[in-house]
C-alpha cells in the first residue's frame, strides 16, 4: 500500500498544487487516461468545494489530501477544517428547478465520476474511491 499526503492552504489557486499531485500520481502508478480524467475532475472538485464551502476561503485553514493506492482501488481523502454539512439533504442538479443554478453539481459530478463516494459522519471529509480494474 501506497500513501501520499499534502496540505494546502484554503485558497482557489491552490488548485493548481491538486492538479500536479494528480499529474505525478498518474506518472507514477500509470493511471490510465481515462481514470486520469475521472480523478482529476473529481478530486479537483472536492478540493475546491473544501476551499470554497468547508473552510469558507479562509486562507488560515488547510484542506488536506491524501491518496492511497491498494491493489485493487486508488483512494482520495479531502479533508476540511470546516464544520462539515448534511451530505444526504442535498438538492438534485438535474431536477428541472436546479438546472438554470449555477452551484449544486460537484457532488453529483463525483458520485457519478467514482466508483465509491462516502463522506465522514460531519461531512468535513470525502473518501474518493477508484477501482483499478
Same mark, same amino acid.
Given at each position: 500500500?501506497? /500513501?501520499?499526503?499534502?496540505?494546502?492552504? =484554503?485558497?482557489p489557486e491552490n488548485i493548481r498544487i491538486v492538479e500536479s499531485f494528480i499529474d505525478n500520481v498518474k506518472d507514477k502508478y500509470s493511471l490510465s487516461d481515462d481514470l486520469?480524467?475521472?480523478v482529476m475532475i473529481a478530486v479537483t472538485e472536492s478540493v475546491s468545494n473544501a476551499i470554497s464551502h468547508g473552510n469558507n476561503g479562509e486562507k488560515t485553514k488547510n484542506?488536506?489530501? /491524501?491518496?492511497?493506492?491498494?491493489?485493487? =482501488?486508488?483512494k482520495f481523502t479531502v479533508t476540511d477544517q470546516g464544520a462539515g454539512f448534511d451530505f444526504?439533504?442535498?438538492?438534485?442538479?438535474?431536477?428541472?428547478?436546479?438546472?438554470?443554478?449555477p452551484g449544486g453539481r460537484g457532488i453529483f459530478l463525483m458520485k457519478n465520476l467514482c466508483d465509491?463516494?462516502?463522506f465522514s459522519e460531519?461531512?468535513?471529509s470525502v473518501e474518493l /474511491?477508484?477501482?483499478l480494474s
Open positions: 500500500m501506497n /500513501t501520499i499526503n499534502i496540505d494546502i492552504p =484554503s485558497l486520469y480524467g475521472n484542506v488536506s489530501l /491524501t491518496m492511497v493506492l491498494e491493489d485493487s =482501488s486508488i444526504n439533504d442535498l438538492p438534485d442538479p438535474t431536477s428541472p428547478e436546479n438546472l438554470d443554478k465509491e463516494v462516502s460531519d461531512g468535513n /474511491t477508484f477501482y
